[in-house]
């Protein structure tokens, strides 16, 4: 079995920062890839940013410049520091993990931005 551990999710102003985290744990090996997307009401799950076991890291173009992946191969941790947070940042946030044979979500966390 393999667990998630989110956190960090809460309320913010607009401009205000948040910080998220997801430790993974259990039976999983050579994880590819982790990331974070989010899911809005009434939307698709969409992605944010997801960071490569070598470090490399992309963003949907909506967070670019404001939200910065990062992990830590050896805890199995991967962290969303996300700064001059919008309204339209208010999502569940969702993180998971990839490898050669597996994918597999955690169960969210929730943001909201609202003044």
């Known amino acids: 079995q393999v667990q998630f551990v989110e956190s960090g999710g809460g309320l913010v102003q607009p401009g205000g920062s948040l910080r998220l985290s997801c430790v993974v744990s259990?039976?999983?090996?050579?994880?590819?890839?982790m990331g974070w997307y989010r899911q809005a009401p009434g939307k698709q799950r969409e992605l944010v940013a997801f960071i490569s076991s070598g470090g490399s890291a992309s963003y949907a173009d909506s967070v670019k410049g404001r939200f910065t992946i990062s992990r830590d191969n050896a805890k199995n941790t991967v962290v969303l520091q996300m700064n001059s947070l919008k309204l339209a940042d208010t999502a569940v946030y969702h993180c998971?993990?990839?490898?050669?044979?597996?994918?597999?979500w955690g169960h969210g966390t929730q943001v909201t931005v609202s003044s």
């Open positions: 998971n993990v990839v490898g050669s044979s597996y994918l597999y």
């Open positions: 259990g039976s999983i090996f050579s994880i590819y890839a």
